[in-house]
C-alpha cells in the first residue's frame, strides 16, 4: 500500500515537472534498459521502476493469498479484480506514452490508479479482519436501533464522500494535464469574477474548484453527522482524520493558485487527495462492521 501511494504520487510528479515524454518509448528507455542520466528522463525512469516493483509485489501477493487455505476464499475475488485492474493500468500506461500524453489518457491513468489504490487498500483491511477472527465491534449498547440507522447512514454518507473525492481527482488530471492550472490565477474569484464563463480551460479549473467546495461540503457534513454518533475509536478516528485531510487539501488547492503551482504543493495536493480518498475508504469499511 505504501509503494502504491508513492507510485501514484511520484506519477504527479511526472506529470507536473513535464517528464511524461522524456522517455518516448515503452517498455525500454531510449531503447536501453537504463537511460542516459538527465533531470526529466531519471523521473520518468523512477516512475516506472517504482510500477514495476507494484506488478511484481502484486504479483508474490498473489501468490501468497491463492496459496493460503486461510486467505484463499476471502481474498480471491479481490485479488482477482486487482490483478485485473493492475494489468488495464500497465497497458494503459503504455499508451498514455505511445499517444504522446492524450488528456483522455491521462485522466484514465489516475482514475484506474486510484480504483487499484482502493482494491488493495480493501483487501488489506479484509486480510486485517481475517487475521483478528473477523469479529465485529458493537455499534454501542447505548446506540439501539436509532444508532445502527445512523451508522448507515454514515456509510452512505461514507461512500458518497470518497465518490466525490475519486471525481474531483479526476477533475484534477483533466486540469493538470490540460494545461488549465492558472486559467484562474486569482481566489476566491476567477480573473476578478465569482461566475466566469465556463468554456474553455477557464470552464475546466473552474468546475474543479467547484468540485472542490462540494467535497469539503460532503466531508464536513459526515464529520458533523458522526459527533453525534456513539463510534467505537476505529471507526471515530478515520473520519475525524478525514475532517483534517479536507481542510489540508483546501489550503493546498489555494496554495497551488495563489503561489503559481510549486511543485512540493502540487505534489502534496495530490498525496492528500489520495489520503482523503483512502481514509474515507477506512472509515466505510470500519462502518459496514458495526
Keep these: 500500500m505504501a509503494l502504491i501511494f508513492v507510485l501514484v ?3 504527479g510528479i511526472v506529470r507536473l515537472t513535464g517528464s511524461g515524454l522524456a522517455i518516448p518509448d515503452w517498455p525500454l528507455a531510449h531503447g536501453q534498459v537504463v537511460p542516459r542520466p538527465e533531470t526529466r528522463v531519471i523521473i520518468e525512469y523512477v516512475h516506472r ?3 514495476m516493483l507494484v506488478g511484481l509485489m502484486t504479483l508474490g501477493l498473489a ?6 487455505p486461510r486467505y484463499r476464499r476471502p481474498l480471491g475475488a479481490t485479488m482477482a479484480m486487482a490483478l485485473l485492474v493492475l494489468t488495464i493500468q500497465i497497458f494503459m500506461g503504455g499508451r498514455v506514452v505511445l499517444e504522446e500524453l492524450l488528456v483522455q489518457r491521462v485522466v484514465a491513468h489516475l482514475l484506474l490508479a486510484f480504483v487499484f489504490f482502493a482494491i488493495m487498500l480493501r483487501m488489506t483491511l479484509q486480510a486485517r479482519d481475517v487475521a483478528h477472527g473477523g469479529s465485529v465491534p458493537a455499534v454501542g449498547a447505548n446506540g439501539g436501533p436509532e444508532g445502527a440507522r445512523r451508522v448507515r447512514q454514515l456509510r452512505v454518507l461514507s461512500h458518497a464522500a470518497a465518490g466525490l473525492v475519486f471525481l474531483q481527482a479526476g477533475l484534477g488530471a483533466w486540469v493538470s494535464s490540460s494545461g488549465a492550472s492558472l486559467a484562474c490565477p486569482d481566489f476566491p474569484t476567477c480573473q476578478g469574477t465569482f461566475f466566469p464563463r465556463m468554456q474553455g480551460l477557464v470552464g475546466i479549473h473552474y468546475s474543479h474548484r467547484l468540485g472542490a467546495y462540494l467535497v469539503f461540503a460532503a466531508v464536513l457534513a459526515l464529520s458533523i453527522r458522526a459527533a453525534i454518533v ?5 471507526a471515530r478516528l478515520p473520519l475525524r482524520l478525514a475532517g483534517i485531510l479536507v481542510a489540508l487539501q483546501m489550503i493546498l488547492g489555494i ?7 510549486p511543485l512540493a504543493i502540487s505534489a502534496g495536493h495530490l498525496a492528500t487527495a489520495l489520503a482523503l480518498f483512502g481514509t474515507l475508504l477506512v472509515a466505510n469499511h470500519e462502518l459496514s462492521r458495526l
Design 255 to 261: 496554495g497551488n493558485v495563489v503561489l503559481g503551482l
Design 63 to 68: 501468490v501468497a493469498v491463492y496459496a493460503s
Design 49 to 51: 521502476v517504482l510500477a
Design 9 to 11: 504520487v511520484w506519477g
Design 230 to 234: 456513539p463510534l467505537p475509536p476505529r
